[in-house]
């Protein structure tokens, strides 16, 4: 099956106390795999309204969609994304409940990244982006 357009998707980049959140995917593609919480945007939905709604929906927390972080294209067997991932501000006083598409959930030291069985692509975009830019990391660790 040929997919000539791309799907928009959103991440989220959720950090903690030196902790980033890890969600395992509950569904294809890649299932069972551990990624950035996140989805498919929905017609007519913005953005950023698309990964407040994502996380929710996945790990329980209500958050603030924060700056790009950048964004990465995956093509595989019958499908084709455009990822959006964003640096995300979540209230420190929330738990964490895996729920929706997530079948689990992690917080995962940066530094003992890159986590076993993480999405195809995932580590180098940590390590081109978020962990490259240790600013970043502190700006948005959850205690703003």
Known sequence: MSIDC??????????????I????RGHEPQKGRWSLPGGKVKPGE????????????ETGLNVRCGSLV???ERRGEGHNFA???F?????????AIAADDASDLKW????ALPYPDMTDGLMDFLNDTVLKHEESVRLYD???
């Open 142 to 144: 959850g205690l703003s």
């Open 21 to 24: 959140l890890l969600v395992q």
């Open 46 to 57: 913005s953005l950023q309204r698309a990964l407040e709604r994502e996380i929710a929906e």
């Open 83 to 85: 990822i959006f991932d």
């Open 6 to 19: 791309f799907e928009i998707a959103v991440g989220g980049v959720v950090i903690r106390q030196g902790h």
């Open 70 to 72: 950048g964004f990465v």
């Open 108 to 111: 995962v030291e940066l530094n």
């Open 87 to 95: 640096n995300v501000d979540a209230p420190i006083t929330e738990q």
